[in-house]
């Protein structure tokens, strides 16, 4: 039996400004039994690795079996487990190639310096973009809809998070690091990021590390920036695409399809441009509610480009916009075909995945528009055949 080891239990970092806990990795269920430090309650990345919690992780993650009941015991990492269940890559087998797992100094980071972001997309909420948590009075008419539901709590950054981040950065040997995944918000839109960039070229050697991070295809930073990005290794761009035209502006609102568009040209002439490798560009689509019958249409859209590879992941909550509202039946047509084995394998995973979830389509639509109402723009003008479905289905039901 292959014992179920993961590196990033041992040299992982993960925070972001939606809770500012400090987690081995974002796949890392904090809920389920762990008591998470703050970022506010540590001095450095070593005292984390170094803590009880961390050695009891470990432990647990050593001692469990693939795909046996022995998992169970941590049951926090089962995204994970599902994930190698239906033999797709999770985030343990990838990293388990990359880092060294020796515990000592951190060696993957990933952090959102500040929930700062110029979308309010319909699959986000107040905790992670700035946006959104400026529209207090749709925060309080989807509450009325979703009143058991946290996600659209306003004002969730912790105090003072971005300068707690600074703190424990600079005081946190990142000598060993390998990896940095920079998350939001809007990385390119942080006020923090350069001098995040800048500290981590003053603390370590950028050309040992791969530096990736996810973008909603708004900015393209100006060169100096590019600049800074061309010392690391290798720059791993990726592209939060989740669809073109209209459904593209009424998916992730703010900014419109035309200078997405544009930027995403601009991306892939970089990419071409680095011609090493060291650029790398990518799509990852968040397959939901939203777009899963138009998924044919992004992979189209980026066939334009074939070295850009079109990576999705399904969108696990909240649950009222997960794809699984939809019945699988219906949802059998909307397989598409991608001229990449693998990728063609997780797109058919993830539109069949026969995930329960509890019928919240009446309040899907209720919440659709509230947000159309602000957004000055309807879903159901956007992608009028997944809107019909779903007020057929709602008929049915009643």
């Known amino acids: 039996m292959s014992q179920a080891i993961c590196k990033l239990q041992s040299t992982g970092i993960t925070i972001d ?52 009941k022995e998992t169970e015991i941590i049951p926090q990492c089962d995204t ?23 515990g000592a100094t951190v060696e993957n980071l990933q952090i959102a310096l500040d929930y700062t972001c110029n979308l309010m997309c319909r699959i986000c909420a107040p905790k992670h973009s700035s946006k959104w948590n400026s529209a207090k009075d749709v925060i309080k008419k989807l509450r009325t809809i ?3 539901h946290p996600v659209y709590e306003a004002n969730p950054i912790k105090q003072n998070y971005s300068e707690n981040i600074k703190r424990v950065i600079q005081n946190s040997d990142l000598t060993n690091l390998k990896t940095i995944e920079l998350i939001g918000g809007e990385p390119f839109y942080s006020k923090h990021f350069n001098w995040f960039i800048e500290t981590i070229c003053e603390k370590c050697n950028p050309e040992n590390i791969e530096f990736s991070t996810v973008t909603n295809g708004t900015i393209v930073p100006p060169k100096d920036i590019l600049d800074k990005l061309l010392r690391f290794k290798c720059v791993n761009i990726k592209l939060s695409i989740d669809g073109l035209g209209p459904l593209a502006e009424s998916t992730r609102h703010g900014v419109d399809w035309n200078t997405i ?30 777009n899963v019958n138009k998924l044919q249409e992004i992979i189209d859209y980026f066939d334009d480009w074939k070295d850009i ?6 969108l696990q909550g909240p649950s009222w916009l997960c794809l699984e509202q939809i019945p699988i039946k219906i ?68």
């Open 261 to 290: 568009d544009k930027n995403i040209h601009t991306w892939a002439k970089l990419h071409n441009k680095a011609n090493t490798g060291q650029i790398e560009v990518r799509a990852n689509p968040t397959v939901s509610i939203l």
């Open 17 to 68: 400004g939606a809770e500012g806990r400090v987690k081995p990795c974002c796949h890392f269920d904090s809920n389920k039994t762990f008591n998470i430090p703050d970022v506010s309650d540590i001095e450095n990345f070593e005292q984390v690795l170094d803590s009880k919690l961390s050695k009891r992780i470990k432990k647990l993650t050593k001692k469990g079996i693939l795909f046996q």
């Open 331 to 398: 949802r059998k047509k909307w397989v598409p075909t991608y001229r990449h084995p693998y990728q063609n394998h997780q797109f058919k995973n993830i539109v069949l995945n026969d995930r329960v979830v509890e019928n919240k389509l009446k309040r899907f639509l209720e919440s659709t528009l509230v947000l159309d109402n602000h957004y000055g723009m309807a879903f159901k003008d956007c992608n009028p055949e997944m809107y019909e479905i779903i007020k057929r289905l709602v008929n049915v039901e009643q």
């Open 146 to 148: 979703y009143p058991e």
């Open 80 to 102: 994970c487990w599902d994930r190698e269940r239906n033999k797709l890559q999770s985030r343990r087998t990838w990293y388990n190639k990359k880092l060294t797992g020796t």
């Open 309 to 314: 590879t079109v990576a999705p992941h399904g």
